[in-house]
């Protein structure tokens, strides 16, 4: 098992399956069994496998799908910041809406601050809310896409691993051989 050679389909098959997770129409994917995280392991499995030398074991493939997990947990995180943002923001006209009905409403006053107030810090609190989940993201990612690399071993891997052929073992306590036909007419 060449470690150093796992980073390469690793980092293709994590970034793929954290950028796919993270855009928005495309992500919805992943409520098919966890499909593009799955399909990364699988395509990072397909790249080891293609550039080994030597046969790959089952391993190794979980090796290179938790691998792979993580740094596409990772990439999915980074890119989800920003598109949530992106979304809050055209969220925000909503959010003013929303204190104009408020104001319109006959509220208690502290009711009608405590929704202003909770409605104020909710950028924090999505960043808040990514990163925590990132890393949730970054545990579950990992131990999907390792199904993914077995899966992409098990698929890919055509050649024969190493193993000795068993040793000949004669049997025990045959019975003797018949005698041989005789012709006679």
Not at 27 to 37: D, E, I, K, R
Not at 102 to 112: D, I, K, M
């Amino acid at each position: 098992m060449n470690q150093n050679a796992m980073w390469k389909p690793a980092l293709i098959g994590g970034v793929l399956l954290g950028v796919l997770s993270a855009v928005p129409p495309v992500n919805l994917f992943n409520c098919v069994c966890c499909a593009w995280v799955i399909g990364g392991g699988i395509l990072a499995a397909h790249l080891y496998v293609k550039n080994s030398p030597t046969p790959v074991k089952l391993g190794s493939g979980v090796l290179l799908g938790l691998l792979t997990g993580a740094i596409g947990g990772v990439v999915y995180t980074l890119f989800s910041i920003p598109i949530r943002i992106l979304l809050s923001k055209f969220g925000m006209g909503v959010a003013e809406e929303v204190q104009q009905m408020l104001s319109n409403l006959n509220l208690p006053p502290e009711t009608r601050d405590l929704v202003a107030s909770m409605m104020a810090n909710t950028g924090s609190l999505h960043i808040v809310f990514t990163l925590i989940a990132g890393l949730v993201n970054i545990i579950i990612y990992a131990v999907v896409a390792m199904l993914g690399g077995v899966l992409g071993i098990a698929i890919f891997e055509k050649r024969k691993v190493d193993t000795p052929p068993p040793t000949y073992q004669p049997p025990i306590h045959l019975p003797p051989p018949p005698p041989p036909p005789t012709d006679q007419p």
